[in-house]
Structure formats: C-alpha cells, structure tokens
C-alpha cells in the first residue's frame, strides 16, 4: 500500500513505477532462450530484457538463432551444390581437353637439289631438303633448336645445325627448307662418283634429324631418321619426294 500525503494525494514511489515499466517491457519480449515465450526460461543477458543491445557491440555480440528458423533451411540447396559440381567438373574437362599436351611430328617431304663439286681427292655436294613440322596442339609450339647429320654408309659426312626458326601456330603444320653440305672422302666412293662408265651414281644417304621443341612450360626432344637417294656424279638429281 502506498501511504496518503498530507494533502490527500497519493504519492508513487519512482522504484515501482521503475519496476512497473520493466515489467511491461519484458512483456513485449520473450524470455532469453525460448522460442513461444515460455515462462521457463531467463532474461536476455546482452540486452537486459529491452531488446536492444548496446551501442558500439554490433561486431562482439553472438545472435542466437533457433534450430527451426527457416534461415537455416535455404531452398534448392541440393540442386544449387549439383549445379556448382558440374560446372566445375565442365571447366577442368575443358582445360584437359585444351591444354592437355599433344604430338608434334617430323615428316620428310622431298628433296629439292643436289649440288656436286668434284675435287682431286673429295666430293662435296650441297643437299636441299624440305620438310614438314606438324603442331597438334592448341597452343604454338617454340623450336629451339634443330640438328641434322648425314650419312653414307654408316659414315658421318655433314651436319647442320638451324637455331632461328620461327614458332610454329596451334593445329597448323609449316614447312622448312635445310641445306646440308657433304663431304665424301673415302677413296672407294671417290672413285665410284668420278667414274664415266657409270651413269647414274646413286648413293643412299642417312639423314638423322633432332629437334628440341618448348611449349606448355616444358621442353622435348623429337628424333627422325630418314633415307633418301641421291646422285654423287653430276648435277643431275631432279627434285622427287622422299618415300
């Protein structure tokens, strides 16, 4: 009970009405940790029981989020992880396909002319060859090098060796021309390339050829041997395809 003032007006104490205001405030809100506003329950430590929190503890504060809250259970989850799995799986098969490292091949087309210079004791002959370079790639291949070697009958009679050679551009092949000098120097070959009873002075030559190739972040090495036949007598060899 609240005692009268002198005056006949009823005082109000400031605690009650104080408690009065909270209590209907905490009516407005459900208790701490409950779901349906059960009684079972206490009062929200962060906020007091006013449904506020303080200013300046936004990024300190820990929400608390029931278990059946619909935030928790997006729709479609399923379908969206099966959809981000297949796309992902689409764009690393098409960097296999793309940049998985292809065959670049060397293929002998023909051989162009033949040279003979006849001396005393050697026969020198200039051999143009053509050949074809063969990108399977789809990325341009780089040649650093390339190196040929000439034989006749298992005997080293000329190198060569081509170093600036332009790039060669994805799924295309290009064609290069190499001149190679010999030198024939056995007395038997001498005799039988100088000879004027022979026509025709046919000799098989070896060709080795390697070929040092980048492309894709590493380096290749790729080896040809090849036979072609020539005429060590005369100028007389035509241009013909090698076979």
Known sequence: MVPPSKNGITRVDPELTNGMEKVKTL?????????????????????????????????????????????????????????????????????LFFFFPRSVTITPVSVLSVTVFLAPDTVEMEVVNVINVTNENFVPVQIAELTMQGLVADTVVGKTKLSNMTAIQPKSQKSYTIEIDLSITDKGLNTYCKSSTIKIHTLFLQLQMTMNISYLSHTEQLSLDTFEYIDCGTNSTIPHPVR
């Open 27 to 95: 009516k407005q809100f459900p208790p701490y940790g409950s779901i349906n506003g059960g009684s079972s329950s206490d009062t929200c430590p962060t906020c007091r029981g006013t449904g506020r929190i303080p200013r300046g503890q936004q990024d300190q504060l820990v929400a608390v989020i029931p278990c059946n809250d619909v935030r928790l259970k997006p729709r479609r989850t399923k379908m969206y992880v099966c959809i981000s799995m297949v796309l992902c799986l689409l764009v690393c098969c098409l960097i």
